[in-house]
């Protein structure tokens, strides 16, 4: 049931700008255990928010080459699988082209900014 506002991205938000704020007085050892929990904040926003986009992305470009090779391709474990076997070696673009879709959907939500300026887009 949806609620009223706040939603779960500003509930997740406002946690993380929680934590930001009072890491820097977090006693030594417990410091980084407060910077993981602000990173994992933030990926479950980006998930939240871009999840389902992350999504799409992803079952298009195994859709995209699975109808380019013909192979029933349904998941990046299948794609590696297809790979170790050779199956791929006739379409090694259209497989690059899927495996490349495949990590920038992931990596968006899971750390957008070591992305390349080029696939970066705006994200929380």
Do not use: N
Not at 13 to 18: A, C
Not at 107 to 123: G, I, T
């Amino acid at each position: 049931m949806r609620q009223d506002l706040p939603d779960l991205p500003d509930v997740l938000r406002t946690v993380r700008d929680f934590i930001d704020a009072i890491t820097p007085v977090v006693p030594d050892k417990d410091r980084y255990h407060a910077m993981c929990c602000s990173y994992l904040l933030a990926v479950a926003e980006r998930e939240v928010t871009g999840g389902a986009e992350a999504s799409r992305r992803m079952a298009a470009a195994l859709e995209a080459l699975a109808g380019h090779t013909g192979l029933a391709l349904d998941s990046a474990e299948s794609i590696a699988v297809s790979l170790r076997a050779g199956a791929l070696d006739e379409h090694w673009d259209a497989a690059f082209e899927a495996v490349l879709a495949l990590v920038l959907a992931r990596v968006r939500v899971s750390k957008p900014a070591h992305l390349h300026p080029m696939h970066q887009e705006s994200v929380p």
